[in-house]
């Protein structure tokens, strides 16, 4: 009798363990060594900041892929140019993906998009040292549909401004 009540207080105690823990959180893939801190920004710089991020337009990418599109390469060299002309902005390349896949297979697929990114703006003559790059995978995606369109949106690299 006292060894069925120690495995029932066992198994009472495993079920409630399970019911109250969650799923782990997904994070984001970060691939450089400095983390970017959120910092108080003086109100003169946010309009500076504001017209930085309005300057730099994102780009997309096909189903399943990485590297630069053809109608993307006239967006990367205003990026490029703008950045170049404007030495104190210094960028985070976000990597994104539509919902299909895994999670941890659109966390590798938004990597490699923002890593061709920053290659492609390094070759244009854009400092690495600016650029850090991020991955969210399918977790933020910019359309919450799921149709084409939406994950046509939601396939893109964006270039968040740094405060």
Known sequence: ???????????VAVLGLMMF??????KAVVTD?????PAAVE???TDALTAAQAALQDINF?????NIREDARQIMKA??????????????????????GTAEYNMAL??????EAKKYLINLGVASARMKTVSYG???????????????????AHFAVVK
């Open 1 to 11: 009798m006292k060894k069925k009540m120690t495995l029932m207080g066992i198994f």
């Open 21 to 26: 823990s969650g799923c782990a959180e997904k």
């Open 33 to 37: 060594s400095t983390a970017q801190q």
């Open 43 to 45: 109100p003169a710089k």
């Open 62 to 66: 096909d189903f399943d892929k990485s």
């Open 79 to 100: 990026n490029a140019d703008f950045l170049i002309k404007n030495k104190d902005v210094n960028i985070i390349i976000e990597g994104h993906c539509d919902e299909r």
């Open 110 to 115: 938004g990597e490699r998009r923002a890593q």
């Open 138 to 156: 399918e977790e933020r995606p910019l359309d919450p549909a799921s149709n084409e369109e939406a994950w046509a949106k939601n396939r893109r």
